[in-house]
């Protein structure tokens, strides 16, 4: 075992890492990793299973820095035990661009980051899926190939986020008792002592969502480890409220929030060297400190390689699907599965709403990809997210398909960012479309992060009438069209949106939104075509008879009026095509020829969608016709609404003959 004296200076290094990297680049925050040098030290050096050589070996634990504003924690700890993606010249560039020391942690930018971290309460929230997703894959390959533990440190503002308690509140439902947060319980924030704004018994509150939860000294390393060993045995996940002063060892600083959000300064810095006679100038680490932390880096060798062992050996059909799973490759016959599925459709010609048309392909895809996990926020026969396969995660059965998020839109999306980040699950969760608001944060996370979590947003527009204008989604489709990297997938058919499933299953880099109807709607894609024509993001479902006069871009439930609008203008006379629009983001991605010829080059251009116009430009320009939504919507059945918004074939056609004839 290590002697206090050790510890101590092993814990030393991190803090001293961490203050002259903030220093140097005259931004971060030093205060976290020198409150809470000693809880790492214990958890690096006595208990964690990982191998910085081999960082992605799947049985390691997981460490999740929630408090991701302390990021030269971790990136200090990556340094000194061994991880060859942080460099010592990686320590001296944080926060600098190009280094892989950002400001916050950031998936994917090095080994050892399990997780994007910077908007507080996310990593905590994340963990629950990471805590999930081993219980999920323990049950489908048992304790020899999944076992291992998920440890999160989380501080006051993770703990004040809303998200925080839908999180624990799941966590301690399912019993994810390998769940174990450390809270950094400094009282302080950036505007003060944490009294400035709360008071609640954190403590407590755990206890109540079915934690176990205690107080201990956080920079007492016995104290840390006793409490750690005392999580490991619990039948509950636990939280370990760590009592700490935050820049511990600043001579004036410590303790205060002079300390959270900026460097010390070069007189603070010389104090707190003095305080823990540290002798060493910036960014060294005497020879026999580095040499116990590489020590600690490899104490995960034999677990690993034993842990390998036991792979060789397992059943061939196992070891080959645990390997196929953890690689994020899919079934081999997936594609043959799903163009046999369209062709059936194509016979049966179902007239459904895309909730429901998304319900039959999941019905396909569950039993063809056994590593697809469902769930909804409490919407499970709005969203129709269950199907035959995927019963019922309990605490008393992991081996399940289908997870009860409960009323915690929030909460789900970060578990779902988590499950697929554990690795072996392509995890999806239902709500209602304007409810993407609540869900928006971890949705932007997961396009950052280029993961595969997968959201399913039913009701998408005003179809789904009664509910009124509060649950009426019209600026939802643009709002997740503008964020980076995310596939928004508006169907307009049971084709279609077997076929967006295709591509939401297939995108490994992206995640994906799937914006599905309340309202039945007839089938556009009749005839039986292989190709996925979604892939393209948007193409000519019906062509003009003739130069086209007037193209009509659609989406979704509106591709269905597109349809009827152009009817009427061919019989009035005027060649009309429509181009079906149902990801604008796979449409962005095709030649430029493609684009060009898909677009055309008809006189008017008309976009018909229940949502606002912003986005549509790119395809009708600035002068086009846009038939859709300028304010929000109303009450009223769906049979009044459409008509009250003007979004209508009628209307489509009275639109574009004013153009056609100069009005």
């Not at 301690?172 to 400035?196: A, T, Y």
């Not at 980040?421 to 392509?426: A, F, K, N, Q, V």
Request: with cysteine; net charge negative.
């Amino acid at each position: 075992m290590t002697s206090r004296e050790q510890h101590d200076r092993m814990a030393n290094a991190i803090r001293f890492l961490s203050m002259d990297a903030v220093e140097n680049a005259q931004s971060g925050h030093p205060g976290l990793p020198m409150g809470c040098a000693d809880i790492a030290t214990v958890l690096f050096t006595r208990f964690l299973k990982y191998d910085p050589k081999n960082p992605h070996w799947p049985d390691r634990d997981r460490f999740i820095l929630s408090a991701g504003h302390g990021s030269m924690l971790l990136y200090s700890l990556l340094y000194l035990t061994g991880y060859e993606d942080i460099t010592l010249d990686q320590i001296k560039h944080f926060r600098q661009l190009g280094s892989r020391t950002a400001g916050h942690p950031e998936y994917g930018h090095a080994a050892g980051i399990e997780t994007t971290t910077g908007p507080l309460g996310q990593g905590l929230a994340n963990s629950v899926g990471f805590a999930l997703g081993e219980r999920i894959m323990n049950a489908a390959f048992g304790n020899d190939l999944v076992d291992h533990y998920t440890y999160v440190l989380a501080g006051d503002g993770c703990l004040m986020e809303g998200v925080s308690q839908e999180a624990i509140a799941l966590a301690g439902h399912l019993k994810l008792n390998k769940l174990i947060v450390f809270w950094d319980n400094n009282n302080i924030s950036i505007d003060g002592p944490v009294s400035l704004a709360d008071n609640t018994d954190q403590v407590a509150r755990f206890q109540a969502s079915g934690w176990n939860a205690s107080h201990i000294d956080g920079q007492d390393p016995e104290a840390i480890a006793y409490a750690i060993e005392a999580a490991r045995h619990s039948d509950k996940p636990t939280m370990i409220a760590c009592k700490t002063t935050i820049g511990f060892g600043a001579p004036t600083k410590a303790g205060t929030n002079k300390a959270h959000g900026s460097p010390l300064g070069a007189e603070e810095i010389a104090g707190a060297r003095k305080f823990f006679g540290w002798d060493s100038p910036p960014f060294e680490v005497p020879a026999d400190i580095l040499d116990a932390w590489r020590v600690a880096g490899k104490t995960g060798v034999e677990a690993r390689t034993d842990w390998e062992g036991r792979l060789a050996k397992a059943d061939a059909k196992l070891k080959g699907e645990f390997e196929r799973r953890i690689g994020g490759t899919l079934p081999a016959n997936f594609d043959a599965v799903i163009t046999d599925y369209k062709k059936k459709l194509s016979q049966d010609k179902p007239k459904v709403a895309t909730r429901k048309s998304s319900e039959m392909a999941l019905e396909i895809i569950n039993g063809a990809v056994p590593e697809t996990i469902g769930g909804s926020a409490d919407l499970t026969g709005s969203n129709n997210t269950k199907t035959s396969q995927t019963k019922n995660i309990t605490s008393d059965d992991y081996g399940q398909r289908y997870i009860h998020y409960g009323i915690r839109e929030h909460g789900m999306a970060a578990a779902l960012n988590g499950l697929t980040l554990h690795g072996g699950i392509i995890p999806y969760g239902g709500t209602f479309m304007c409810f993407s608001d609540y869900a928006r944060p971890s949705m932007r996370l997961a396009s950052l992060m280029s993961i595969r979590s997968i959201f399913v947003m039913t009701h998408d527009s005003i179809g789904l009438g009664e509910d009124g204008p509060t649950h009426q989604p019209v600026e939802h489709l643009a709002a997740l069209r503008a964020i980076p990297n995310h596939n928004v997938f508006r169907p307009a058919d049971a084709v279609e949106t077997a076929e967006c499933w295709q591509l939401a299953i297939e995108q490994e880099k992206t995640p994906s939104t799937l914006a599905l109807t309340r309202q039945n709607l007839p089938m556009v894609r009749n005839d039986f075509v292989a190709e996925n024509l979604s892939r393209q993001g948007a193409y000519e479902l019906a062509a003009a008879n003739g130069d086209a006069a007037v193209t009509i871009f659609a989406s979704g439930s509106e591709v269905e009026i597109a349809l009827a609008a152009r009817e009427a203008l061919e019989k009035h006379g005027h060649p009309t095509r429509v181009v079906s629009v149902p990801c604008f983001e796979l449409f962005d991605k095709q030649s430029a020829d493609y684009r060009k010829k898909t677009i055309g080059n008809a006189p008017v251009k008309i976009a018909v969608e229940a949502g606002i116009r912003q986005g549509w430009d790119h395809f009708i320009g600035t002068d086009g016709i846009f038939i859709g939504m300028t304010g929000f919507g109303a009450s009223g059945t769906i049979e009044q609404l459409y008509p009250h918004f003007g979004i209508t074939a009628e209307a489509t056609v009275k639109a574009a003959e004013a153009r056609l004839h100069g009005e």
